[in-house]
């Protein structure tokens, strides 16, 4: 489109484009077929496409996305090629899939490795530096688990595809509670342990002065420890 072609106040160049006004019914009937054809295709890549996706799953939709967006506004641009890229990435992930199957290293690859966040009570920072996860992103994981505390987890994984995957100890440990901070004085105040937890890892230890530093994360700020009753 030329410059003295744009003109500030053209309406139906704004709303419709340079297409005629008939090609939105054209639109409808080409969104109509291109929204059948994405169902098939999804439905025939797996039901976990409709799901929690993976890291190559997600690559995959957003990959759909941009194929069928032309092959629906485009006047130029036919049906068929639309249909035909669908059916390539539909082989693509189909291929992908049973490569994964008989590769672990290759399914490793494409979707990530399951990361360990929590020991025994105690954050893992290195793993959770590598996977991007702040203290306070995990906290309000545990705390929609019903976690009082750090001492309650024995496991939290983080799924390749994202969820989290939480164990608990079948008795009540002393622990970093996980609560903000503005609630910690009044639950601390009932629920007291005799220990100190590392506001840092969480590691809990029986007593530490304000200047020793965690054997863990090296830190040297402590908290008094909190215990589910």
Same mark, same amino acid.
């Given at each position: 489109?030329?410059?003295? +072609?744009?003109?500030?106040? +053209?309406?139906?160049?704004?709303?419709?484009?340079?297409?005629?006004? /008939?090609?939105?019914?054209?639109?409808?009937?080409?969104?109509? *077929?291109?929204?059948?054809?994405?169902?098939?295709?999804?439905?025939?890549?797996?039901?976990?496409?409709?799901?929690?996706?993976?890291?190559?799953?997600?690559?995959?939709?957003?990959?759909?996305?941009?194929?069928? /967006?032309?092959?629906?506004?485009?006047?130029?641009?036919?049906?068929?090629? =639309?249909?035909?890229?669908?059916?390539? %990435?539909?082989?693509?992930?189909?291929?992908?899939?049973?490569?994964?199957?008989? @590769? /672990?290293?290759?399914?490793?690859? @494409?979707?990530?490795?399951?990361?360990?966040?929590?020991?025994?009570?105690? *954050?893992?920072?290195?793993?959770?530096?590598?996977?991007?996860?702040?203290?306070?992103?995990?906290?309000?994981? *545990?705390?929609?688990? =019903?976690?009082?505390?750090?001492?309650?987890?024995?496991?939290?994984?983080?799924? @390749?595809? =994202?969820?989290? @995957?939480?164990?608990?100890?079948?008795?009540?440990?002393? =622990? *970093?509670?996980?609560?903000?901070?503005?609630?910690?004085? &009044?639950?601390?105040?009932?629920?007291? $342990?005799?220990?100190?937890?590392?506001?840092?890892?969480?590691?809990?230890? +029986?007593? $530490?002065? &304000?200047? +020793?530093?965690?054997?863990?994360?090296? $830190?040297?700020?402590?908290?008094? %420890?909190?215990? /589910?009753?």
């Amino acid at each position: 489109m030329k410059k003295e +072609d744009i003109h500030l106040w +053209d309406v139906q160049r704004i709303l419709i484009g340079e297409a005629p006004a /008939s090609f939105l019914i054209e639109v409808f009937v080409r969104t109509a *077929l291109i929204y059948v054809m994405l169902l098939i295709a999804v439905r025939l890549m797996g039901k976990r496409m409709s799901g929690q996706l993976t890291i190559a799953e997600m690559a995959v939709m957003l990959t759909l996305g941009a194929i069928v /967006s032309p092959a629906m506004q485009i006047p130029n641009v036919g049906l068929l090629q =639309g249909t035909l890229i669908l059916l390539l %990435a539909l082989l693509f992930q189909r291929g992908l899939n049973w490569l994964e199957f008989r @590769s /672990s290293k290759l399914e490793e690859l @494409s979707h990530g490795k399951v990361v360990m966040l929590v020991k025994n009570g105690t *954050l893992m920072l290195h793993e959770m530096n590598r996977a991007k996860m702040s203290r306070q992103q995990l906290f309000a994981v *545990l705390r929609n688990e =019903g976690i009082f505390n750090l001492g309650e987890v024995e496991r939290v994984y983080l799924e @390749s595809f =994202g969820m989290f @995957s939480v164990y608990k100890f079948d008795q009540a440990r002393p =622990g *970093l509670s996980v609560l903000p901070p503005k609630e910690n004085l &009044p639950i601390n105040a009932r629920n007291q $342990a005799p220990q100190v937890a590392c506001t840092s890892c969480g590691h809990v230890q +029986d007593e $530490a002065a &304000p200047e +020793d530093k965690c054997p863990v994360c090296e $830190a040297s700020a402590w908290l008094q %420890a909190t215990i /589910s009753i």
